[in-house]
């Protein structure tokens, strides 16, 4: 089954967000990802940063990079909900690890951890409403 008929028969709650509202959402979430995140691989090329404070954004990019081809390509619901757990835990981590050195980066991802905590919602709901 194709991604848009097999998303549209899903169950989902009342208050998901039109489809048409994600591209536009995660357009200026990649355009924040990308400076904040550009800005931390940066610091770490020129060896002010290290490898630990690295490594939560280096892997919340790659589960962020799974979500779409688990939810979509593998059309399963349970494996896309634990990957979107891993996006939003690995948000929290970045938090942790980057807050002392530059708070600018966790200011400017907060519509990241929004946005990310509500899809966690949405997904799990989504997971739920379709078990079975």
Excluded: C, H
């Excluded at 008929?5 to 208050?15: F, T, V």
């Excluded at 807050?99 to 907060?110: E, G, L, S």
């Amino acid at each position: 089954m194709m991604e848009r008929e097999w998303y549209a028969q899903l169950i989902r709650p009342e208050w998901a967000p039109p489809a048409w509202l994600f591209g536009p959402v995660w357009t200026v979430l990649y355009t924040i990802i990308f400076i904040t995140f550009g800005w931390v691989a940066y610091k770490y090329l020129k060896k002010q940063l290290d490898f630990s404070t690295v490594l939560p954004f280096i892997l919340n990019l790659f589960f962020n990079a799974l979500f779409s081809p688990i939810q979509f390509g593998l059309q399963n619901n349970f494996l896309a909900m634990i990957d979107i757990f891993l996006v939003l835990g690995t948000i929290i981590w970045m938090f942790f690890v980057i807050w002392k050195k530059n708070k600018w980066i966790v200011y400017a991802n907060i519509p990241y951890l929004l946005w990310v905590s509500f899809a966690t919602v949405l997904q799990v709901t989504i997971t739920i409403l379709n078990w079975g």
